[in-house]
């Protein structure tokens, strides 16, 4: 049993924690997804120190680890060791449940019949938890220029950029030139048809392949392809899991893409929609985000017209999302509320 006494010596890790808006599930299974880097080592371990768990850290990313011997000899190691909770972290296919409380964490989209709680990068406010002292529109700008994987605030500033290329690299290995090219697309109403097209001939990659990698991130949450309202065979509008992932791998950047990059991840968790000319829509909430970074109250009122002029759909309220301007007003009996970002993502 000397593997998993190696495993169980290094189960309990101290590192510093950045409290999470996601709680662990109180359930004898539990399946634990998000991107790679996205906090799920640390917000696990700081929870199951937290409730004082006797557990055992399967690290199944370890070259040494040989399921088939752990699965042999795991039930004598956890009786003869009084373990209450087992993580199998790193796992690719779900194995056989213990009697223990069982935790399976995956970087990748595992099909389960268990209750499931998935991790993204810090939104907004769990990004003001590392520094509760400094202004948000300093934060803001801080987080505007780093992004949103947790590893980066604690990392020094002239590392940042050359780690977050590390972890890409980890993360897709010798899918990243892919992945690289289809970030150049972000914020762009695109079918995987047509980002095949242009890019097949730079990657020299089958269709197929393509197209499972595409439809792998999207299962992954990496890639978010958001419908247009009522035309679901429109191209969809892509959205990464980074906001500054394209920033990464092109010269070219476009910041109101990149905002609204910003402004999606806040709210990808509801049912939501794109429309044109610009603009995120929420039937149930009948409400419209727009994104839009600069600008005047006289441009401002001008782009939440031409919404308007274009959709004839049911709104009770607008919300724009900006970077400094802030006032309020009315359009008929549409309420219309100008934030900056750093306010609206706390109130939203």
Known sequence: ?????????????????????????????VL????????KFSFLQHTLQEQKANFLWIDCEDPRCDLDYIQQHLSPFIETNNIDTV??????????PQRVR?????????PSPYATLTLH??????????????????LFNHFLKWGNYPEIPQTPDYKKEKRLWE?????FGQELPIFAQLTFFQGHNTSVHFAYNRLKNQLKISKDRFYRFFEKLQQDRVLFAIPKYRSLRAPKRLFFHDFLAK?????????????????????????????????????KEKKIVLAIPFGNEVRIQNKIDQVLDKNRIDIEKIEVVSVGSRF????GSISCEVLPFYEWTVGK
């Open 87 to 96: 993580v199998f972290y790193g796992i690719k296919e779900l194995l056989a």
């Open 102 to 110: 069982t935790i399976y964490v995956s970087h990748h989209h595992l």
């Open 121 to 138: 990068n810090l939104d907004f406010e769990e990004f003001m938890l590392f520094d509760r002292h400094t202004d948000p529109k300093v």
């Open 1 to 29: 049993m000397e593997l998993l006494e190696l495993f169980y010596e290094k189960s309990v890790v101290k590192s510093r924690f950045l409290p999470r808006k996601a709680s662990l599930p109180f359930e004898h299974i």
């Open 328 to 331: 309020d007003y009315e359009t």
């Open 167 to 171: 972890m890409y690299e980890l993360a």
């Open 247 to 283: 920033s990464l791998f092109h010269l070219q950047k476009e910041f109101p893409k990149i905002f609204e990059n910003m402004v999606f991840l806040e709210l990808k968790d509801k049912e939501l929609f794109y429309i044109e000319p610009l603009g995120l829509y929420i039937p």
């Open 32 to 39: 634990i997804q998000g991107p790679k880097y996205c906090g």
